[in-house]
T-cell receptor
Framework: KAGVTQTPRYLIKTRGQQVTLSCSPI?????VSWYQQTPGQGLQFLFE???????NKGNFPGRFSGRQFSNSRSEMNVSTLELGDSALYLC??????????????FGPGTRLTVL | KQEVTQIPAALSVPEGENLVLNCSFT??????LQWFRQDPGKGLTSLLL?????REQTSGRLNASLDKSSGRSTLYIAASQPGDSATYLC?????????FGTGTKLQVIP
């Protein structure tokens, strides 16, 4: 069974631009969560989607948004990029729902660099 | 608000040694606690998941325990190997969202 895939693996953007990251969960998994990882803040929860609905949201500004499609694939978007958005963005999938006793499986991450 | 702490932040041990990594959490109302390893620049690899009703889980040389009443979990690694060198993260999962610890960076010296 294929694992969680994330595309692209690396991105370089400039301040003010926007970016869209993609995550394909493990087949059959319906929940996708997104995390931002930086050396200073560690792993921070962004949001969680289940059956195309955002169920939980972390403490990030509105520039960070996401969505989930009917096939459970998820995208996250960051608008008006800032230097501080440079990070490793990780997504995790679980079945049948996250945060409630089910194991999370992570993708390899997307390394975003904002210049 | 759940807070998860991992001590020590870094650990260096000689190959073959048994070791224990610690994870503390402030809110005992968790559904599960999961241990991960992360290699530099990579994603997280799930090691063990302990449900709230369980006390421990074992996989090979790894054993994780959970004590909800004291807000603690430990990851025991037996007979450490250089390939175990990585950052180990614990994550406490309440109903709403998962909270990660800051990790313990482990170096196993040959």
């Amino acid at each position: 069974k294929a694992g969680v895939t994330q595309t692209p693996r690396y991105l370089i953007k400039t301040r003010g631009q926007q970016v869209t990251l993609s995550c394909s969960p493990i087949s059959g998994h319906r929940s996708v969560s997104w995390y931002q990882q930086t050396p200073g803040q560690g792993l921070q929860f962004l949001f969680e989607y289940f059956s195309e609905t955002q169920r939980n949201k972390g403490n990030f500004p509105g520039r960070f948004s996401g969505r989930q499609f009917s096939n459970s694939r998820s995208e996250m978007n960051v608008s008006t990029l800032e230097l501080g958005d440079s990070a490793l963005y990780l997504c995790a999938s679980s079945w049948p729902e996250a945060g409630g006793g089910n194991e999370q499986f992570f993708g390899p991450g997307t390394r975003l660099t904002v210049l | 608000k759940q807070e998860v702490t991992q001590i020590p932040a870094a650990l260096s041990v000689p190959e073959g040694e048994n070791l224990v990594l610690n994870c503390s959490f402030t809110d005992s109302a968790i559904y599960n606690l999961q241990w991960f390893r992360q290699d530099p620049g990579k994603g997280l690899t799930s090691l063990l998941l302990i449900q709230s009703s369980q006390r421990e889980q074992t996989s090979g040389r790894l054993n994780a325990s959970l004590d909800k009443s004291s807000g603690r979990s430990t990851l025991y690694i037996a007979a450490s190997q250089p390939g175990d060198s990585a950052t180990y993260l614990c994550a406490a999962a309440p109903r709403e969202k998962v909270t990660f610890g800051t990790g313990t960076k482990l170096q196993v010296i040959p």
